[in-house]
């Protein structure tokens, strides 16, 4: 079985501060990971992934993740808060490899950004 | 190359009518996963369809939903007899393969049952 758990509903940031969204995740198998942003009334869209390359993953936006197995979290971050970066932010796992990518979405973690 | 293309963006439908969602997955992709959003609650896996087939359903209701992905057109997300409770957004994405790759998202149909 896998899980997600986003550790903050909600999160509020200052802009031009940085942001950090946790995430802990629960996999009995090589897991892949995820984020995805949500604009309000929008799809979602990927920000970046892990699939067991570099445990520092690079995404879009400036966003960037960690994957730690031996705390088994990928919490996102970014250096520099922009207005733009309010929106609702999931983490996802998927088991992958030789089998689908069913996704598991963590409640999601929604950010404010405080001009 | 355009993405993941879903319709209705919004539909309105009475107790007791059908709904029926159609998905486009982007080109090139073969693979399609429909998704439930509830308010207040998170994206919940519902199907997984190749063509013509449908390869994981464990997350669809009982009773009155069904998905199906023909081998010409788009996948369809169809609700019997809706009810208010199935007020939701729904999301469709679309992979090239299966395997943990990365998924891609649709805008989303929001069905409102009044």
């Known amino acids: 079985a896998q899980s997600v758990t986003q550790l903050d509903s909600h999160v509020s940031v200052s802009e031009g501060t940085p942001v950090l969204l946790r995430c802990n995740y629960s996999?009995?198998?090589?897991?892949?990971l995820f984020w995805y942003v949500q604009h309000p009334n929008k799809g979602l869209q990927l920000l970046l992934k892990y699939t067991s390359a570099a445990t520092l993953v690079k995404g879009i936006n400036g966003f960037e993740a960690e994957f730690k197995k031996s705390e088994t979290s990928f919490h996102l971050t970014k250096p520099s808060a922009h207005m733009s970066d309010a929106a609702e932010y999931f983490c996802v796992v998927s088991v992958g490899g030789a089998s689908y990518g069913k996704l598991t979405f963590g409640q999601g973690t929604i950010l404010t950004v405080h001009p | 190359n355009a993405g993941v293309m879903q319709n209705p963006r919004h539909l309105v439908r009475r107790r007791g009518q059908e709904a029926r969602l159609r998905c486009s997955p982007m080109k090139g992709h073969s693979h399609v996963y429909w998704y439930r959003q509830l308010p207040e609650e998170g994206l919940k896996f519902m199907v997984y369809l190749q063509k013509e087939n449908i390869i994981d359903e464990s997350g669809m209701p009982k009773e009155r939903f069904s998905a199906e992905f023909p081998k010409e057109g788009p996948s369809i997300l169809r609700i019997q007899q809706v009810v208010r409770g199935d007020s939701a957004a729904y999301f469709c994405?679309?992979?090239?393969?299966?395997?943990?790759?990365?998924?891609?998202f649709g805008p989303g149909t929001r069905l409102t049952v009044t």
């Open positions: 996999s009995s198998y090589s897991p892949s």
């Open positions: 994405a679309s992979s090239p393969d299966g395997g943990g790759n990365e998924q891609y």
